[in-house]
């Protein structure tokens, strides 16, 4: 779990600042001025050989001179510095620190070791760390303000409920800016630079606790601990506090220059988005919506239900309206008829079904747009509804109006989103705020908030679970017992899997295969050929050769003994000859299964985030179109079935075209046992791949036609595996 013991660096009882000055131009100047400033109320302990006062205040040629304790010790310092500051620092017994001193990870090996011999001596000494490379924090609803950024002095952030977190120093100082513009008022504000020791998920974990926080808003180029994100993201939502998130590096590019600005591993996006889906946070996908919804949930928070009213006087933009809403798949259900008839009663030719158009009748009859809401809000119960005034809603009358119903139907209907959008200026804006609504000129940008409000309100019943199916001990131990004790219980045999040794191993741990035979001989291919019962499919075993048919490994569909005797022979002579150094295992004879919809199931260790699942739509498809979903294990049966629901081509496996449903049941239970052989196997295993695994009408269930197990050597198991490329494997 992400460490509980936060307090004392972010709630401060004494400061020390190490390189203060009284010069305004140099850093160490910025936070001594801001703490005396804004009044923090703690101790304030300049450290300077030089100086006898600084702002006022008593200076000290030593962290050790103080002789009193230290809560946090603010290093404004240079690199070459910080090691004989940290002694003086172990000596005082200070207890965090604050780096701003950059020159380290992010300058590359020299800096990453110098960092790192630091980072371990803070830690033998007990003392927390934030940073190196960073801007600092501000736990603003207690007038801590430990950082030099200049954006403070343009002017202060009121105190409020959001909390900031941010691996980026640049853009953390942006978005404190974003907040004051928007009359965001913040609770807490933390850069967190180079990561040496505390990182975003630990400060997500605090503001999960801070009583001053309601809504956490997280900036990420990259995690280099999953598993502490995910508890973080969980204990968020156990506390009722919905995370909003910006992950940059989406793109190649924009994956290396995060690598290289923060010295954080990026990792594979899809992977992330897996990640916030799985554990309830929201990603936004720019800035704009980024504060949107973060805004949104201060001013209003969330509605009781997820059904959509939408409120137009002007038909197109009604539609236009609906066109949002269907793309972000809100619900947009049509009003019940008593409500419907209560409208026509006021407005005959008004459009009622949902978005309801009360027409320009509105203009001469303005009492009509609140009479309206209120049935929307009422009759047909609407958790949210969206307002369109068009330009009508920017005249004074208009203007007054709206605020008069925002206090109106929030007082009648508390909990309830409402969202006018209209032409509207600063003080209008706050003045709807003030009475928890929301006002955007932009009726598609409300959307995307109800959208994310949708987001949250599916998953405010999932907290997190420790349950024997979720935990990760508990999938681990839930798993069935192998089969056969050969087949690598527990850890993986560091060895070259062929597909034969795959699929046992598979097979062992409950994951249905098709059936079987391994063959070193003509003789022994008939025996398995009748055995299994004709017509069968016969491929090369061998380790080093992962795609068969390349190499013409494989012959399907062979119907008797000679056709048998004739593909081993026509196998072993292809596979040696086009590589001749590969090792031949022999061949592989298969049950040929015919019919049902492909698959393809995977799962790979990823380097920061862990077990990674992957399920994707079998054949060019998934190249075409990359129709893939992943989940990050263990792996409920939920989550299975939501998996195979997302698939772009979910509709094959529900019966397409005169086709029969496929046995989804059986492909979403499969996937939840790869979940637990993965996490079971370790850190021995560097990817799974079931290719093609075919999904059987229902009731006849689902099996691995193919499977490449790639398990990591000893020396490279912690290495960057690859991402997921399931067109030719993982």
Known sequence: MPLPDLDSFLSPRSIAIVGASSNPAKIGAVPVRYLVEHGYDGAIYPINARADQIEGRRAYPSLRAVEAPIDLAVFAIPASSVDAALDDAIAARVKNIVMFSAGFAEMGKEGEQAQAEFAARAKAAGIRVLGPNCLGFMNVARAVYATFSPVVGTGANEPGSVGIVSQSGAFGAYAYAMSRERGLGLSAWITTGNESDIGVADCIAWMARDPATRVIMAYLEGCKDGRKLRDALDLARAAGKPVVVVKVGRTELGALTAASHTAALAGDDAVFDALFRQHGAYRARNIEEFFDVAHGLAVAGLPPNKQVGLLTVSGGVGVMMADEAADAALEVTALPAAAQAMIHARVPLAATHNPVDITGQVTAEPDLLEATARIMLGEAGHGSLLIFLAAFGATPAMRILQQQMAQALRNDFPGRLIIFSTLADTAQQRALEAAGCLSFTDPARAVRVMAAMQFFIRHADRVSRSDAETSWPGAIAAMPAPQDASAAPGPLRRVAHNEADALGTLRAYGIPTVPFHRANSPDEVIAGARSLGFPVAMKVLSADITHKSDVGGVVLDIRDADEAVAAHARILDAARSSAPNARIDGVLVARMVRGGVECILGARRDPALGVVVMLGSGGVTVELLGDVTFRLAPVDIGQARAMVGELRTARLLQGFRGKPPCDV??????????????????????????????????????????????TAPPATANASSPAFAPSVSF
């Open 665 to 710: 049941e059986a492909l979403a239970e499969a996937i939840v046992r790869l979940s637990r052989f993965a996490l079971a196997a370790g850190d021995s295993l560097e990817s799974v791949e079931l290719n093609p695994f075919v999904v059987l009408p229902a009731g006849q269930g689902a099996l691995a036609l193919d499977a490449v197990l790639l």
